[in-house]
């Protein structure tokens, strides 16, 4: 059974960073595109980051220029570094991602809270 598992989110001052993380526990399956999702309060779900199996990035307009996605194919984990955050980031970001071995479904993350705030 598949699970995604966030960790790295939290409270940080405008201008600060933090970095996400987004593990599969299914070491024996692999993970074709991941991709960070957030939803803040109100607000629809959007698409933050991709990242491809072949590590093809594409962002948000928003994000641009501020927050990388990176992915590590050996340790089946994607990362999301965010820099210079900003009070409108504040949301849950979820962790999305492909993964299987010759089919391959989708997973979400159980989200983990980023709150901009000073």
């Known amino acids: 059974q598949v699970q995604l598992v966030e960790s790295g989110g939290g409270l940080v001052q405008p201008g600060g960073s933090l970095r996400l993380s987004c593990a599969s526990s299914?070491?024996?399956?692999?993970?074709?595109?991941m991709d960070w999702y957030r939803q803040a309060p109100g607000k629809e779900r959007e698409l933050v980051a991709r990242?491809?199996?072949?590590?093809?990035?594409i962002y948000a307009d928003s994000v641009k220029g501020r927050f990388t996605i990176s992915r590590d194919n050996a340790k089946n984990t994607g990362y999301l570094q965010m820099n210079s955050l900003k009070p409108e980031d504040t949301a849950v970001y979820y962790c999305?991602?492909?993964?299987?071995?010759?089919?391959?479904?989708?997973?979400w993350g159980q989200g983990t809270q980023v709150t901009v705030s000073s």
């Open positions: 299914g070491r024996m399956f692999s993970i074709s595109t």
């Open positions: 999305h991602a492909f993964v299987g071995t010759g089919t391959f479904y989708a997973y």
């Open positions: 990242i491809t199996s072949g590590k093809t990035t």
